[in-house]
């Protein structure tokens, strides 16, 4: 396999990788969740929620392949089982019992704002890797998940 030759130094690129493997669990596990809800979710605000939540892991899936393709750039591997991704993730899986639609909110504002946490950390290891299209990309997650977070939190303020 040709070396992989970016101007950023192996370690740098496997601790950047590795973060980033984080981000992508997390977003996986978020991913699943939020698909889940859409299709088991009650109550009158069904159909809110419903086309809210399809929205949202849309979103969600398109950035798994962004970040994924990221971890490959930097000549790493992503994950590529669900174990793997249980496995990294700092967050629960959805529970067998579909919850009732506002703790469905709940539970997804609070997987949101881990998501921000974890991301902001992997920022911090891209930082000093001086990884910028790194830097870039987490700050756009930031970025999305914050704003997710506040739709959500807005729904039961
Ligand atoms: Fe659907």
Do not use: C
Not at 14 to 43: C, F, P, Q, R
Not at 74 to 83: D, K, M, Q, R, V
Request: charged letters at 25%.
């Amino acid at each position: 396999m040709a070396d992989v030759n970016i101007g950023l130094d192996g370690n740098s690129r496997k601790a950047v990788a590795e973060a980033l493997n984080g981000v992508l669990a997390d977003t996986y596990i978020l991913y699943m969740k939020t698909h889940s809800y859409h299709w088991n979710v009650t109550g009158p605000q069904f159909h809110t929620l419903h086309v809210m939540f399809e929205e949202q892991y849309r979103e969600m899936w398109a950035a798994l392949d962004v970040i994924a393709e990221r971890v490959r750039a930097l000549g790493e591997f992503a994950p590529t089982s669900g174990a793997d991704f249980a496995n990294r993730s700092g967050l629960e899986s959805a529970d067998t019992e579909p919850p009732k639609a506002t703790d469905m909110i709940k539970n997804l504002l609070a997987d949101h704002e881990s998501l921000v946490r974890r991301a902001r950390e992997a920022l911090e290891t891209a930082s000093q890797a001086d990884d910028a299209a790194t830097d870039d990309l987490i700050t756009q997650r930031i970025q999305t998940h914050e704003k997710t977070a506040w739709m959500l939190r807005a729904m039961i303020s």
